[in-house]
């Protein structure tokens, strides 16, 4: 196997190619990868040299470390920005969303290994692909209501499509998804037993020159193992009885009627959220069944996500999860049912600097 250094092997993303394949390796294993805005700079130009670059058949994303792909974004510096009314979070994001949807439609096949940790952020720059890997090790989750935010980075387009009512399931409780239930969920594709990654991993930089979509597939199917149903697909009678609605009350009132472990358990962790982060992500799944393409949806993201980024619940919520950690936040509403249809419009509104694609 041959390797072509393009970046140094300390840089935060190591971009080079290895035999017929482009890697990007994400490459901050003590914060399990988080994505700071540099890093998404870095992954924008190895993805520029890669579609250009022809002995580069196919792209491999992949995280230093044990523990993961990608915990997310660097939300400590997300939140200090917003303390002080900065603009990291207009940068940061705007610049996240045009990669993220630049991976949707890559020209070269664009492979996600995604073994343990993948959250928000990394779910961007995974869970687009052309070809999406996980395995037994692997928990996808977009925690994000938690801190007064939503799923964003394309998240609202990937739940929203999800089957019946998992994906709103998983993205207003923040629940995690192993590899079974991502592959069950849409957010991957075929579940790969992790001791066989390195092998895996092996073949696709051995993969023919011009490798097209087909080759790819086979090469991951010739590993992959049956996913079988993981604890989320077990509750799916009661996920689609209970989240088929369009009101966060009706939710709450019919997990209270399902009377069961799930819904208590269920009903505890919504109680938990941000009560507006809870409604805007619901109208943003329920907006997002509507639209035409991933592109459109991060126009909307963009739009809440800026609006979060001022609001006091981000700041709230963060500093309640991560800074000091007393898992206390006081949200503002703090009742659900004093969110009104005004405050949640909001998030909503067309802006003058809306997310402009390249092209």
């Keep these: 196997m041959s390797a072509t250094p393009e970046t140094t092997d300390d840089s ?5 190619r290895e035999g017929s394949a482009g890697v990007l390796r994400l490459n901050r294993p003590k914060t399990i990868n988080a994505l700071t805005l540099e890093m998404v700079r870095h992954v924008d130009a190895g993805l520029d ?4 670059d022809p002995a580069v058949a196919l792209v491999v994303l992949e995280g230093a470390g044990e523990r993961g792909l990608c915990a997310g974004g660097d939300i400590r510096g997300l939140y200090e920005s917003a ?7 207009k940068v940061f994001w ?4 045009i990669v993220n949807a630049r991976i949707d439609d890559y020209p070269k096949p664009y492979v996600a290994l995604m073994d343990g940790i993948v959250m928000g952020g990394g779910v961007g720059l995974a869970c687009h692909s052309s070809h999406r890997v996980v395995t037994e090790r692997t928990r996808i989750a977009m925690p994000e209501v938690s801190l007064g935010f939503f799923p964003d980075v394309g998240g609202t387009w990937l739940l929203s499509h999800a089957p019946g009512e998992i994906g709103t399931y998983l993205a207003l ?3 995690t998804a192993g590899g079974a239930d991502a592959v069950m969920a849409g957010l991957a594709d075929a579940l790969v037993p992790s001791q066989a990654l390195p092998q895996l991993r092996a073949a696709l930089t051995q993969a023919p020159s011009g490798a097209s979509h087909a080759d790819v597939r086979a090469i991951i199917e010739g590993f992959a193992a049956p996913a079988a149903a993981g604890p989320v697909a077990a509750n799916r009678a009661a996920i689609d009885r209970s989240f088929a609605f369009d009101t ?8 209270k009627r399902e009377a069961s472990e799930f819904g208590e358990a269920t009903l505890k962790l919504i109680g938990e959220k ?9 109208r943003l799944l329920r907006q997002a069944r509507g639209l035409e393409s991933l592109k459109a949806c991060l126009v909307h993201e963009y739009r809440a996500a800026l609006a979060v980024f001022a ?7 963060v500093r309640a999860a991560i800074i000091d950690k007393d898992r206390n936040p006081r949200w503002s509403p703090a009742r659900i049912e004093d969110v009104t249809p005004q405050i949640v419009d909001d998030y909503f509104r067309p802006r003058s600097d809306e997310l402009v694609f390249p092209g």
């Design 12 to 16: 935060d993303v190591i971009v080079r």
């Design 49 to 52: 040299r890669f579609a250009t």
């Design 83 to 89: 303390r002080v009314s900065g603009d990291l979070g």
């Design 94 to 97: 705007g610049e996240e969303y």
């Design 173 to 175: 409780t923040g629940q």
């Design 248 to 255: 966060v009350e009706e939710i709450v009132a019919a997990l």
């Design 274 to 282: 941000s009560p507006r982060g809870l409604k805007v992500t619901l």
């Design 311 to 317: 609001s006091a619940d981000f700041v709230e919520g």
